[in-house]
Nanobody, 118 residues
Framework: QVQLVESGGGLVQAGGSLRLSCEASRSISIYRMGWYRQAPGKQRELVASFTSGGSTNYADSVKGRFTISRDNAKNTLYLQMNSLKPEDTAVYYC?????????????WGQGTQVTVSS
């Protein structure tokens, strides 16, 4: 089992930047890691993730503005968010998926609020 704790959210003006962090309680090297977000009244959606091959995948709405990265030595996942827009306002969640051979379990953090004012 792995616990995930997000941090770095807050209130920022449109055009600003934030860096989210997700610290895991154990090594994340085997997990497929990703960031999701959920705005009020909307379904949770994928923002960015690492594929099983290690490449990155982004939602069209954030391509060119957000960058996902990971530091396996620090058990930490990051999301650098630039040129933020009001429509980026949401609770952002960290996600970890274990490989099928490791049980295929999925873990979520508690979320961190990002609010972008216009």
């Amino acid at each position: 089992q792995v616990q995930l704790v997000e941090s770095g959210g807050g209130l920022v003006q449109a055009g600003g930047s934030l860096r989210l962090s997700c610290e895991a309680s154990r090594s994340i090297s085997i997990y497929r890691m990703g960031w999701y977000r959920q705005a009020p009244g909307k379904q949770r959606e994928l923002v960015a993730s690492f594929t099983s091959g290690g490449s990155t995948n982004y939602a069209d709405s954030v391509k060119g503005r957000f960058t996902i990265s990971r530091d396996n030595a620090k058990n930490t996942l990051y999301l650098q968010m630039n040129s933020l827009k009001p429509e980026d306002t949401a609770v952002y969640y960290c996600n970890a998926k274990a490989p099928v051979g490791w049980g295929g379990y999925e873990y979520w953090g508690q979320g961190t609020q990002v609010t972008v004012s216009s």
